[in-house]
């Protein structure tokens, strides 16, 4: 493991009858940017929580820069934590909110100033100091909580589904954003995610989640390409089942004549989605999949709803059962 | 319909107004006449005399000690019950309620029974010098008695609305838990506790059944203003009974502005 980075070996924990983790061991290396990704219920931000000391393991240990934390209180563990739901101070001003960690740690007033300055700068919020939290946007107010986060020089920023309570277009931005902040402060970065898209736009390194485990971890393009089991394949993108095999929608080929053994099909409906066009289908035995191609290649082979077609998957995988 | 519904809201609010006014005003305003009914001179001289004042100071030091301790025990336990899981949880949140469900005369009798010279604890009290009944102490634990659930009745909802993420917030960012009390959980709850002081206050100010019990009512002595009303008026004395009763209704009346104040500063908040 990397000096700085964040080792979590075998932890478990329940909330009374619900194993929320069960026996979870992953390592985030020195200064990458990390998400979490997982079905709701999967224990990913239970993990990040312990990461955070919020919570307590019945098992297992964490370790940050190779010291062990577990016993160690969120106070004195060194992690900045950004909420789903900004956890702003409500009765302070930006200003007061970024300064929190800076004065509990009892800094001079005049570099508690000039760091305040510099983070509202990074954060794009220098105009909004003396607003209170009620009279920012969702956007704003999050990213005043992670200036707050950062004010303390964390060794680690845990972010619990940070643009969750965003809408779309902010959390599009919101994530190139924290991207491109990571590049700039470079600190080790943990982010729980539900949004597959998410994770791959923002993550160097994903971990993938499930009931309490670890499915994979691995770059976004692994993960995409070589997923470890059905659960990863289908979580990280759309799936059609063909037979025992699994496709990607945009690894079938649509074929108008018959050729060996590729599936008969009946186009159902053809969707322009802009570049790329979504083609449903219906197969001989009645299941349904979907087909990308793009618009060139519909247009060009006027593919329209009603007609039969013939499908050969490229790419397929299979996965033995358990 | 729109007629049907007109008469509907001015029979409604005729109700209302009846009600208040039949109730409320119309006794309130006979008092305030009467007291003032042979001018200036006989209100303020009973309020003067020695035993008017000492009620009025024995009231405030009744208030100025139990509600103090009650706002103290009302936030503690407002967060022990809102934030801790813990055996027995029910059982103190029905504790809490007892002074609302008991009426003041058996609390009164049940401090008697155990601060009282046949009491549980009274004759070991009074060897040790301390007389509880029928005297100060008696009075200010009757009173705290009786207005110990509002603070933790306002302060638990409000704890419940703001919930801990801004305490685990300011916990990740360094905060001490008695820095995050100060800083965080005391400024985000502050007006509901400074309404349960409030309500605490008015309740305080004009107990009358669990203090008249163990208080023995010696004038100038154990008196606080709602007996000295009482005493006053027994003996005839009935511009003194007046009088003190308008001091009483004045501070409460100071309260309820002042809560009303509160209300409309947690509203702009």
């Known amino acids: ?322 | 319909m729109r007629a049907a519904s007109g008469i509907q809201r001015y029979g409604l609010r005729f109700v209302a107004l009846g009600y208040l006014a039949a109730l409320l005003m119309v006794p309130v305003t006979i008092v305030l006449f009467r007291t003032f009914e042979d001018g200036l001179g006989p209100p303020l001289e009973a309020i003067a005399s020695p035993d008017g004042q000492h009620a009025f100071w024995l009231t405030l030091v009744c208030v100025g000690i139990a509600v103090p301790l009650n706002t103290i025990f009302g936030v503690t336990a407002a967060l022990v019950l809102v934030r801790h899981e813990f055996r027995g949880k029910a059982i103190l949140n029905t504790i809490v309620d007892l002074p609302f469900a008991i009426s003041p005369v058996v609390i009164g009798l049940a401090l008697l029974l155990v601060y009282g010279r046949n009491g549980w604890v009274g004759q070991d009290l009074i060897d040790a010098g301390i007389q509880v009944i029928f005297s100060t102490p008696g009075m200010v634990l009757a009173t705290i008695f009786v207005s110990l659930p509002f603070v933790v009745r306002e302060t638990m909802p409000v704890l419940q609305e703001i919930g801990d993420e801004q305490e685990q917030a300011a916990s990740t960012l360094g905060a001490s838990g008695w820095q995050t009390f100060w800083r965080i959980t005391l400024p985000s709850i502050r007006w509901g506790v400074a309404y349960g002081i409030v309500l605490a206050t008015a309740r305080a100010l004009g107990e009358y059944g669990a203090v008249s019990v163990v208080a023995g009512r010696i004038s100038g002595q154990t008196e606080t203003l709602p007996l000295f009303v009482e005493n006053e008026f027994t003996n005839f004395n009935l511009a003194g009974a007046y009088a003190a009763a308008i001091v009483l209704a004045l501070l409460a009346l100071a309260v309820l502005l002042g809560m009303n104040l509160l209300k409309r500063k947690e509203r702009e908040a």
């Open chain 1, 1 to 322: 493991m990397s000096p700085g980075g964040i080792a979590v070996e075998g932890v478990e924990k329940r909330f009374g009858a619900f194993e929320a983790l069960k026996g979870v061991s992953v390592a985030v290396p020195n200064g990458s940017l990390t998400a979490l990704l997982g079905p709701s219920g999967s224990g990913k931000s239970t993990l990040l929580r312990v990461i955070a000391g919020l919570e307590q393991p019945d098992a297992g240990r964490v370790l940050i820069a190779g010291q062990d934390a577990t016993a160690v209180t969120p106070q004195k563990r060194g992690v900045g934590f950004v909420f789903q739901h900004y956890a702003a101070f409500k009765h302070m001003t930006v200003e007061r909110n970024v300064a929190f960690g800076l004065k509990i740690r009892k800094k001079q007033k005049e570099e508690i100033a000039a760091r305040v300055d510099r983070l509202l700068e990074l954060v794009h919020l220098q105009g909004f100091a003396h607003r209170y939290p009620s009279e920012l946007s969702g956007g704003q107010r999050q990213r005043m909580a992670l200036a707050r986060a950062l004010a303390v020089e964390p060794e680690v920023l845990l972010l619990d589904e940070p643009f969750g309570a965003l809408d779309a277009t902010v959390r599009k931005e919101l994530r190139t954003w924290l991207r491109r902040l990571h590049e700039d402060v470079h600190v080790t970065t943990i982010f729980v995610t539900h949004d597959q898209e998410e994770a791959m736009d923002v993550a160097q390194q994903i971990v993938v989640m499930n009931d309490g485990l670890i499915e994979q971890v691995g770059s976004p393009r692994d993960l995409y390409e070589q997923p470890a089991n059905e659960f990863v394949m289908g979580f990280v993108g759309e799936v059609n089942r063909l037979g025992d095999d699994l496709v990607r929608p945009h690894d079938i080929e649509i074929l108008l004549e018959p050729d060996g053994n590729a599936r008969e099909g009946q186009i159902e409906r053809v969707a322009h989605l802009g570049f790329e066009v979504r083609v449903e289908l219906v197969l001989d035995d009645g299941r349904r999949l979907a087909v990308q191609t793009t618009r060139q290649d519909a247009e060009e082979r006027e593919l329209e709803s009603g007609q039969i077609v013939y499908l050969r998957p490229d790419g397929a995988r299979r996965f033995v059962g358990p």
